[in-house]
């Protein structure tokens, strides 16, 4: 045993949140031992680990971590700040199409952006989150003026649903899925609906001192991750009979749910070209540009794309 263990590579993956459909994949992988059969030795780390202090990003930044899964705003910051060389890069993305939403419950009569004007918007306090909600508002016609507040991110959901905020942030395969799951009614603005680009909401990033020495290694957690993304959408009920008896939290004691779930994920997963991981230039031009665009965000010079991803690990 010892020298099994010995033979088998070391991959710690930082999680950005509570266990979701976000990560279906991952979870499903390491419980059917898939990951052990490859030799990676797969340990995730949750963020509430050390109280919220540390985020993904960070931790992968101090190589405390292989991976970590954060948002296109979190590569932007470390790229674009003034470190002389970026320590971290996106490799992979989990869902090609962004499932980003902003939402107020129907009962309040909110069925518009635009009338968001002057209302309170529960925020998670993350990097233009507030720009995009306020573009969000003005393409609808609105002035894009909210007042925003916020609350430990694990009781977000739950103070809006009581009717604490009148709009807050939402992933329509997960949020959206368990307010139609529990009767609570929604008014859901995609943000690409509403003509405001985002790149990508999940991303896989590694630090880019480790890249080239691990990559053989990160190459075959991509290909065992990717297959078990793909089995979870082709039997999402017996997936979800799985995952809710192998992971030990409130929200995946519902195996209705958690198929729901993954069903209305499928459709984000995978790209038109039913590719899973892979990013395209085109989607990170769209953004970048609409953020300098819209002046928020500023550039001495401009940015070489190759700092913000690669897709090394799918060649």
Same mark, same amino acid.
């Given at each position: 045993?010892?020298?099994?263990?010995?033979?088998?590579?070391?991959?710690?993956?930082?999680?950005?949140?509570?266990?979701? /459909? /976000?990560?279906?994949?991952?979870?499903?992988?390491?419980?059917?031992?898939?990951?052990?059969?490859?030799?990676?030795? @797969?340990?995730?780390?949750?963020?509430?680990?050390?109280?919220?202090?540390?985020?993904?990003?960070?931790?992968?930044?101090?190589?405390? /971590?292989?991976?970590?899964?954060?948002?296109?705003?979190?590569?932007?910051?470390?790229?674009?700040?003034?470190?002389?060389?970026?320590?971290? @890069?996106?490799?992979?993305?989990?869902?090609?199409?962004?499932?980003?939403?902003?939402?107020?419950?129907?009962?309040?009569?909110?069925?518009?952006?635009?009338?968001?004007?002057?209302?309170?918007?529960?925020?998670?306090? %993350?990097?233009?989150?507030?720009?995009?909600?306020?573009?969000?508002?003005?393409?609808?016609?609105?002035?894009?003026?909210?007042?925003?507040?916020?609350?430990?991110?694990?009781?977000?959901?739950?103070?809006?649903?009581?009717?604490?905020?009148?709009?807050?942030?939402?992933?329509?395969?997960?949020?959206?899925?368990?307010?139609?799951?529990?009767? /609570?009614?929604?008014?859901? %603005?995609?943000?690409?609906?509403?003509?405001?680009?985002?790149?990508?909401?999940?991303?896989?990033?590694?630090?880019?001192?480790?890249?080239?020495?691990?990559?053989?290694?990160?190459?075959?957690?991509?290909?065992?991750?990717?297959?078990?993304?793909?089995?979870?959408?082709?039997?999402?009920?017996?997936?979800?009979?799985?995952?809710?008896?192998?992971?030990?939290?409130?929200?995946?004691?519902?195996?209705?749910?958690?198929?729901?779930?993954?069903?209305?994920?499928?459709?984000?997963?995978?790209?038109?070209?039913?590719?899973?991981?892979?990013?395209?230039?085109?989607?990170?031009?769209?953004?970048?540009?609409?953020? @300098?665009?819209?002046?928020?965000?500023?550039?001495?010079?401009?940015?070489?794309?190759?700092?913000?991803?690669?897709?090394?690990?799918?060649?």
């Amino acid at each position: 045993m010892r020298s099994m263990l010995k033979s088998m590579k070391r991959i710690r993956l930082a999680l950005d949140w509570t266990p979701s /459909v /976000v990560h279906a994949g991952f979870f499903y992988a390491l419980h059917k031992g898939w990951y052990d059969e490859a030799d990676l030795d @797969v340990e995730f780390i949750y963020p509430a680990f050390d109280g919220y202090n540390m985020t993904p990003a960070r931790r992968l930044a101090k190589q405390k /971590v292989d991976f970590a899964i954060s948002s296109s705003e979190s590569i932007i910051a470390y790229v674009t700040t003034t470190r002389k060389i970026p320590t971290i @890069v996106s490799v992979a993305t989990i869902f090609q199409q962004d499932p980003s939403a902003v939402a107020t419950l129907r009962e309040s009569g909110l069925g518009r952006p635009s009338i968001l004007d002057g209302r309170r918007y529960l925020s998670y306090g %993350f990097k233009y989150e507030e720009d995009m909600l306020r573009m969000l508002i003005r393409n609808d016609g609105g002035n894009g003026e909210f007042d925003s507040f916020d609350r430990e991110k694990p009781q977000i959901w739950d103070e809006f649903i009581k009717g604490e905020a009148d709009a807050t942030w939402i992933y329509q395969p997960w949020e959206g899925v368990k307010a139609a799951h529990n009767n /609570v009614n929604l008014n859901i %603005f995609p943000l690409r609906k509403y003509h405001v680009p985002y790149a990508y909401s999940h991303l896989l990033m590694c630090h880019v001192k480790q890249l080239p020495r691990k990559k053989v290694v990160f190459k075959k957690f991509m290909e065992v991750s990717e297959k078990a993304f793909r089995e979870i959408c082709e039997q999402p009920e017996s997936a979800a009979a799985f995952l809710c008896n192998v992971i030990d939290h409130d929200d995946w004691n519902d195996v209705e749910f958690i198929t729901k779930s993954i069903n209305a994920a499928k459709g984000f997963y995978f790209g038109e070209n039913n590719e899973w991981g892979t990013m395209n230039r085109s989607v990170w031009k769209k953004y970048m540009d609409w953020l @300098v665009a819209n002046k928020i965000l500023t550039l001495s010079k401009p940015l070489d794309d190759s700092k913000l991803f690669n897709n090394q690990l799918f060649d």
